[in-house]
């Protein structure tokens, strides 16, 4: 059979049983979506997590430990992801579908980028995917492989979900710890930055910026505290 007779063939078959295809349709498996729904629910439900969902059609799910809220660490030009933060990457490559976790930093404080890359020379065994600061907006510094190909293309629903749920588990049992150890021993990140500090100029007006600057206090001689809300 000629592909014109395969095409009328299929045109048939969908005019004389067009609702079951479309609920067949409508019901296919999507991994990608089921994958970062999972994710989702999985960041959600750990202690001491914060996610930040998914973007571009769940093609990236970003997350961070809640204890990484320092200032330093939240420099980066990207919203509240912060410069450092794990990166879900659940996007197709290739024709095929991967799902690969990375740490990663974002556009931001080149000092800072760099010396989080000098700290993964360190242990290049744990940051196993080290990628020069200058070479990258989003260089990597560790990667763990959740689901290669074969279970976006052949694994049931079921099985994909148990790969996944067994790798988060050995990440936080194993590689979070190993990580989070690895930037406590990096002083320099946890001391208090320049911006986190009381600001104050000259003059007959006092202002002082408090934590994050979304607070602005300004005391004037005889007069009370203006807050004024940024």
């Given amino acids: 059979m000629g592909d014109p007779e395969i095409a009328k063939l299929c045109r048939q078959i969908y005019r004389d049983h067009k609702e079951a295809l479309d609920l067949v349709y409508r019901h296919r498996p999507n991994p990608k979506v089921d994958s970062g729904k999972l994710l989702d629910r999985l960041i959600d439900n750990t202690e001491g997590l914060v ?22 660490l939240l420099s980066g030009r990207q919203g509240g992801s912060g410069l450092l933060r794990f990166v879900f990457h659940n996007q197709p490559r290739g024709g095929s579908g991967e799902l690969i976790l990375f740490l990663e930093t974002s556009p931001g404080d080149e000092s800072v980028r760099r010396k989080l890359f000098e700290m993964g020379q360190k242990n290049e065994k744990l940051f ?9 907006d989003n260089p990597k510094l560790y990667r763990r492989t959740f689901l290669d190909s074969k279970f976006f293309e052949e694994a049931t629903d079921e099985v994909r979900e148990e790969e996944i749920r067994k790798h988060w588990t050995e990440f936080l049992e194993e590689d979070l710890p190993r990580i989070e150890a690895a930037l406590e021993r990096e002083s320099w990140i946890w001391e208090p930055n320049e911006a ?20 602005v206090i300004t005391r004037r001689p005889g007069e009370g505290d203006d807050r004024e809300e940024k």
Avoid: M
């Avoid at 998914?54 to 330093?72: E, H, L, M």
């Avoid at 196993?128 to 990258?136: F, K, Q, W």
């Fill in 51 to 72: 996610g930040k969902g998914g973007y571009y059609k769940n093609d990236y799910i970003v997350f961070r430990p809640q204890k990484w809220d320092s200032v330093t």
């Fill in 196 to 215: 986190s500090e009381p600001a104050k100029t000259s003059g007959s007006d006092s202002r002082f910026v408090w934590g994050d600057g979304d607070i």
């Fill in 128 to 136: 196993n995917d080290l990628i020069d600061p200058d070479a990258n």
